[in-house]
């Protein structure tokens, strides 16, 4: 009986997955679904196009595995982690075995050719919930505030929501992201799919000890669910998916060093990391480093606060692209004015890069950081790869 040949199925990391479905919108076959709980890849349509790779903002969809039966889309529905590589059924001499691993070995390394790499959480961040309230059982929560963070003339209104759970478990870490569900249906009749925005509160609640949230949302022309976010109301009720990410996390060791850069709304999730650490490790100072990139000062949500975070507790640096009498500047700029400083994080074994922003950010900062590498004396992307497998290195933009 002859014995079924190797098939190299994409799959997706449940886990890491952050249901944010720009890779079911991406596919140009339609290959991608979801359910209520998962996003899955259809291994009867997908041809491994690998569209879907490069918009992934977390690298959840940079899975493979090499079976002998593709694993069923309902299969995929039911997971709440990836199964092993399964052991390939071979047949033939003493040196099947060793083919077949150099052959599986062989179908893998062409999968994730050009593709991102696998994000990993700090090892020692704390364990996150995940998707503990999904599409057919969504949260609810109402709307304790909702401030305007943009000056009146800046070039976008971006908002600070507070969302109240009243006594509904919660649990969500600095990093994380929510779902929230527009009300509605879209042009064929279907409930609209939750539109992601990364959690800007620490762990214990926007104020500490009550089971809030905060998020940091801007208005965008046309955009469906940001409108409805900024134009909530006190006392409105909103649906709440989540919460979603299990690696864009911070570390507790509290003499690691972190580098936060960002720009726009990307600033969310370090908000609420500096409002933990802030509460729960106060005295320790040198430890954070923020580069924050906008317009202009009346277009950088969370400006006036974080100028009074004390220097000692986060070092912090301003870009500006549209500052008046002044030339535009980036982060990549701010972070080669800083070589010094970023050279030395990136060769501490206990240094941590947080990215997060528009993706235009991304290129910018990577050849910055390589720059810096090289006059250091090092290989950029070898340690790049390194720092991303030891849970220290985290890309998340859109």
Known sequence: MSQPTPFKQHLIDPEICIRCYTCEMSCPIEAITHNDDNVVVDADRCDLCMACIPVCPTGSIDEWRVVNTP???????????????????????????????????????????????????????????????????????????????????SDGD????????????????????????????????????????????????????????????????GGLCSNYV???????EVQLTGPFGATFLLPSDPTAQVLMICTGTGSAPFRGMTMHRQRDMPSVQGALSLVFGARSPRDLPYFGPLNKVPDSFLRKSFAFSRQADAPKQYVQDKLREDSDHVATLLANPNGYIYICGLKAMENG????????????????????????EDGRYHVETY
């Not at 071979?90 to 994000?119: R, T």
């Not at 900024?230 to 409105?236: P, R, S």
């Open 365 to 388: 900062v990577e050849e910055a950081l390589k720059d810096i590498a090289r006059s250091a004396g090092l290989e950029w992307s070898t340690l790049r790869d390194s720092m991303r």
């Open 71 to 153: 694993y069923s889309v309902e299969e995929q529905f039911g997971w709440e982690e990836l199964p092993d590589q399964e052991a390939i059924e071979v047949a033939g001499d003493e040196n099947a075995d060793g083919e077949m691993d150099v052959a599986i070995a062989a179908l893998l390394d062409q999968a994730h050719a050009g593709a991102g790499g696998k994000a990993k959480a700090p090892a020692s961040a704390a364990k996150p919930t995940i998707n503990m309230y999904n599409l057919g059982n969504p949260a609810r929560a109402t709307v304790q505030g909702n401030y305007r963070l943009t000056e009146a003339d």
């Open 230 to 236: 900024c134009d909530l109301g006190k006392g409105d």
């Open 158 to 221: 971006v908002r600070h929501i507070i969302l109240d759970l009243g006594s509904l478990p919660f649990p969500v870490l600095e990093g994380q992201s929510v779902g929230i569900i527009p009300p509605g249906t879209d042009a064929n009749g279907n409930a609209h799919l939750p539109r992601l925005y990364s959690v800007s509160s620490p762990r214990d609640g926007e104020r500490a000890g009550f089971n809030n949230l905060s998020l940091t949302v801007k208005r965008e022309d």
